[in-house]
């Protein structure tokens, strides 16, 4: 039997076995390739990508966190809403229905822009249509009210003088119409029961929590009788801190709106600045006024603590047949209410304010009745007006219009320092007076103001103590031209020549 033998491999044979290895070798590894670029691609890169997401996601989460929260709500307010006889005429039809829509149209677009629009109804509300008054007591019907609310308006001011005209059977009936009506407007001033003349009026609006007080220095009648005495918010220094401190613990911020003031005068009264100097005391944040019929300063007044308080005095009317020309010259106070939230603490900051100019234009023979922003006002609307005819001259006009406003807004108001007439009381007359009835005359400090001269955001002309200071806000250059080629005659009469 034969043995095996190895026999060696040739040379072909052998470069063929070396190839057959290295193209294993090779295979082997572009697998190992493979296999780790499909490792990386389905595992490892979704995980770095999801790692860098999340470490992206944690530095916008940081920065979010260092960053302050801002939010705004927008506050427009405007002056007494006044219906004379021949306004409640105009919004009378041959249906038998009436409506007042109509008035507001010119102003309608300014109003709704704003998140929060406030308006004084200076009179109560009637559902008679027989029991309508437009002066010198006023019974307004209940379709103004609609047209308020149509036109854009969600605060209610009614807090004034004429509020108990007709005692407390109109003021029923005008609460029972809100109540009924419009639910979800805050009325302010006038209570339907003591319980809530003693709760607070908060609105939110855009994570802004608001307050709203709202006082008059008095009425023209008794009120609203014996034992309903809370039905109207008079001015009364212990009450009115203690509802200031309990607004300011369920809100951010407190619009206190202020029934005061001498009718027909552009300067504020002492009256009106020592309650002034006495609401920013209890930290009010922005005061609106009313009563005068005629647009007054507006300005800041801050303390040494740094809180500060939007001052405006008197926004004038709003709609009204009043025949001056300084009653139907308006404003629309507007200022912006910015919360700022960082962390953790929140602060608020009154922003933007101004007053922008209004005209409430009239003709009672063409049945045209409506204020204007006097930005949209007009020379041919100016030679229409009624006032022209009442005064028996042209000095009714655009021009001059702005010239005034011009003027009333540089008028230099001194805050004042004293209490003392902060306790007073208003006889049936109106008149100011002490606890043992006597006269008491505040407008001294009217010709003292007025005689000053100057520009009130000086500090050394507008600082009147140590504890506060007043610095004017106005700017005309938003709304009109103010231009020194109109020339506002002192011969024209802006008396008042006819009913508040």
Partial sequence: MKKNKNIPLNLKEQINSRIGLICSIVVMLLLVLVFHQ??????????????????????????????????????????????????????????????????????????????????????????????????????????????????????????????????????????????????????????????????????????????????????????????????????????????????????????????????????????????????????????????????QPYGTMSDKEGHSMLLFYSLGNFVSTQESFDALLEGMGCFTIQKTVKDGQTSIEIIDPQIKPMVMHYNKDAGVFSPYMLSDYTEELASQHELRTVLGDDSFTLANLQNRFKELMSLTVKPSSNTDLLDVTFNSDGDMVDSDGNYIDDTWSISASSSQTGDTASSDESDNSDESDYSDESDYSDESDYSDESDYSDESDYSDYSEE
């Fill in 38 to 295: 499909l490792d990386y691609q389905l595992i490892q890169k979704p995980a770095d990508q999801a790692a860098k997401e999340a470490a992206k996601q944690k530095e916008k989460a940081e920065a979010a966190a260092k960053a302050p929260e801002i939010s705004t709500a927008t506050v427009v307010a405007v002056g007494d809403n006044l219906f004379h006889d021949s306004l409640i005429e105009s919004g009378k039809s041959d249906s038998g229905t009436w409506n007042y829509d109509k008035i507001y149209e010119n102003v309608k677009d300014e109003i709704q822009a704003a998140d929060i629009a406030m308006v004084d109804q200076e009179t109560v509300f009637t559902t008679d249509h027989d029991a309508v008054s437009g002066y010198p007591s006023f019974a307004t019907p209940t379709e103004v009210g609609d047209a308020l609310i149509n036109a854009g308006f969600d605060v209610i001011e009614s807090a004034t003088n004429h509020i108990d005209d007709y005692g407390y059977d109109c003021m029923a009936q005008t609460l029972n119409y809100w109540k009924t009506s419009h639910p979800d407007v805050p009325v302010l001033g006038i209570h339907e029961t003591e319980e809530d003349a003693n709760s607070v009026k908060v609105l939110e609006v855009n994570g802004i929590k608001i307050s709203f007080l709202d006082y008059t220095y008095g009425t023209n009648n008794s009120g609203a009788g014996e034992g309903k005495e809370y039905m109207i918010d008079i001015f009364e220094k212990d009450k009115v801190a203690s509802m200031i401190q309990k607004a300011k613990e369920n809100s951010d911020v407190l619009i206190f709106v202020a029934h005061w003031g001498k009718e027909m005068e552009p300067m504020p009264t002492e009256y009106e600045k020592e309650w002034a100097t006495f609401l920013m005391q209890q930290g009010v944040d922005v005061v609106i006024g009313g009563h005068p019929h005629t647009l």
